[in-house]
């Protein structure tokens, strides 16, 4: 026992991180239930098709064309939530060199800790950055930092640990830019505010964040089981596990990403 305590420990706050995070999304699955209905389907549809490419794989002449048929309709409908991006209006695309392109992102923040903002800072641009053979796509994030003095002219300054409305507070960053800030439950993105929860976060997980800003919806499903009594039971599932977008720890950033924001620039990107 003592050899496994530290295995024990670990699992049991696994245990509790999952019995916290259903009931993190209780409320919003109440208040959205058409949503998450949709949500739902997704997930179902996205273990559909996975299980038809898993059999597609194994060979069976006789079964393939009307399987292939369906995995390709499911394809269709999964690739839907990844169709368009919208990226926000500040962002800026520069072409300095013909090979080169620029996704310049302005962000405001209160953030005090100036060694954070610089790793976030960091964060992004690391990822956010491919060389593919003689071109070079990359997001350079501005950063300026807004002191609260200056979104609280009139005093009612938040104190540490108070509840705020993270709304109001983004409402009050000067406009043309992103915003980072902190005092959400957990880590999200609430318009073009990147709102940071109390947990620790991977640099990737900044960078997903990011992507956001950039117009890109998540690359995973969440829906619900509905267990009476019990509550909700969350359901979320991967649609590509190797888009940032789709998994924050192990998702990379490719051309395609940089192709699709270009395509929002007329004539940038072929």
Known sequence: MVDEYRTLAANQKLIASHIEYNRL???EITRNRHGYDLGASLHDAVLERQALLD?????????EPSLRAREEALSRRIQEVNVKVTPAPFVRVERPSPHRWVVRVPVSTDIEDRSFVEAFRAAVENAWRVQDGDDDFRVVVDIRHVPASQL????????????IDLAKH???FPPGGAVLTTGA???HVLGYGINLGPHDMAPSGLAHELGHILGFV???V???RDRGPEGYEVLEVLIDPDDI???AGNGRVGRHHFERLLRQQPGEVQ
């Open 222 to 224: 969440r829906g619900y």
């Open 245 to 247: 977008m789709g998994s």
């Open 170 to 172: 983004i409402g009050r």
């Open 152 to 163: 609280y002219p009139d005093g009612g300054l938040p104190v540490h640990g108070e509840h």
């Open 218 to 220: 998540d690359l995973y």
């Open 185 to 187: 439950n957990s880590t």
């Open 25 to 27: 999304w209780q409320r």
């Open 55 to 63: 059999t597609l794989q194994a060979g069976d002449q006789a079964l």
